[in-house]
């Protein structure tokens, strides 16, 4: 199984960002000594399980000090087996790791570092809200180069400001630099978040839909020409460098999530933790495990989640693999309804895969998928 553990701490909120994070430092020792009770509460009933993935995100997770991701990481070792322990990755922010930390990272096994970028414009980063530049994450990524050969780095196209300058820079960074991997996002601007609320004021603007469809054209056409393979609709790694950690979502696997708004899926059972930080210290406090959804999953609700995770994946997943964990009579239903309504985007024979206009077009095929009606 996998472990994500959500660190919600931030020097600052960056004005896109929909994930549950916190400024306030002085709730720090309390929400960690919250972590550690969950990990203990949660591991009496996953002690026989073997660990293969750990990821620390947030929030910034190396905004945090050493001591509080050491003793996170000791709690996960007295309560669950980490015997087998593949990758180990963290969140980093270039504004917030130096020498000390990275050393320290290396030191208790981290063997895999994410980094966020979003872009190498400085405009772009200081409308957004970022704290750092592009000189600070030239320097960062090249300090972590002489400790690890696992790094990825985020993008995100469709920012304020964007246009065909701004990403053959990121892109030029790209080939230069050669990240083992790559993870290049659409923007999502329907969240509820500050930006949303700036383009709603008119206070901000961002690029028009057709721009942005076109650059991602380009980023598309750009990464077919180099040594990357494009394993994931939004993710491009270099030979045996995809996340591991990631794969266990998308096909579908056991993971547990800890921290505030984490969420889980273990035996079936989907859980999603309260994305309140102050409600998740009080409820583990009494002990308490603080979750603010749990479902149990019947056979048509988990055959339709399976195929909406593994179809994020350019390899899809095989109809045997299918048939072997869900009846055959569903299975064949539910791929017959996808061939009727999604057939220019998806390709159902051995493999169930999306066609490269599914991949670009994936949010109308997830649409479609929930369409999909048990018979």
């Known amino acids: 199984m996998a472990l994500y553990l959500h660190i919600p701490f931030c020097v600052r909120r960056c004005l896109y960002c929909d994930y549950v994070s916190t400024t306030d430092l002085s709730l720090k020792e309390e929400y960690f000594n919250a972590l550690y009770k969950e990990i203990a509460l949660k591991g009496k009933k996953l002690k026989d399980r073997k660990v293969r993935t750990i990821y620390f995100g947030g929030g910034t997770p190396s905004f945090v ?56 414009s400085d405009k772009i980063l200081k409308t957004v809200g970022r704290s750092h530049d592009f000189n600070k994450e030239l320097e960062s990524y090249k300090l972590l180069t002489s400790f690890y050969d696992n790094i990825n780095i985020d993008f995100i196209v469709g ?36 930006l949303k609320h700036f383009l709603e004021i008119k206070e901000m603007k961002l690029p028009e839909d057709d721009l942005v469809y076109d650059l991602l054209d380009y980023i598309y056409d750009q990464f077919e020409k180099s040594e990357y393979n494009r394993y994931e609709i939004s993710s491009w790694s270099l030979p045996n460098k995809e996340c591991i950690h990631n794969l266990f979502y998308w096909y579908n696997l056991d993971y547990v999530g800890f921290g505030v708004s984490a969420g889980g899926y273990i035996n079936k059972k989907r859980y999603v933790n309260t994305s309140d930080v102050k409600a998740y210290i009080t409820q583990l406090n009494d002990d308490k495990l603080p979750y603010r ?40 239903n539910v791929l017959n309804q996808l061939k009727n309504n999604l057939e220019e985007y998806i390709s159902i024979d051995d493999s169930i895969k999306l066609t490269t206009k599914g991949l670009n077009f994936s949010r109308l095929v997830f649409e479609k998928l929930l369409d999909i009606a048990p018979t």
């Open 293 to 332: 959804t749990k479902k149990l999953n019947d056979e048509f609700a988990e055959l339709l989640e399976t195929l909406f995770m593994s179809l994020r994946l350019t390899k899809g997943i095989t109809y045997d693999s299918l048939v072997q964990r869900f009846s055959k009579n569903l299975v064949d």
């Open 65 to 120: 000090e050493e001591e509080f991701i050491f003793q996170t990481f000791r709690t996960l070792q007295e309560h669950l087996d980490l015997s087998n322990l593949e990758e180990f990755t963290i969140e980093v922010n270039p504004e917030s790791v130096n020498e000390k930390k990275v050393h320290f990272y290396k030191e208790i096994g981290i063997n895999r570092i994410s980094m966020g970028f979003q872009s190498t």
């Open 159 to 194: 920012l304020p400001y964007e246009n065909f300058d701004t990403v053959n820079s990121n892109l030029e960074f790209i080939e230069k630099m050669k990240p083992s991997h790559i993870s290049y996002y659409l923007l999502d601007s329907s969240h509820d978040t500050p």
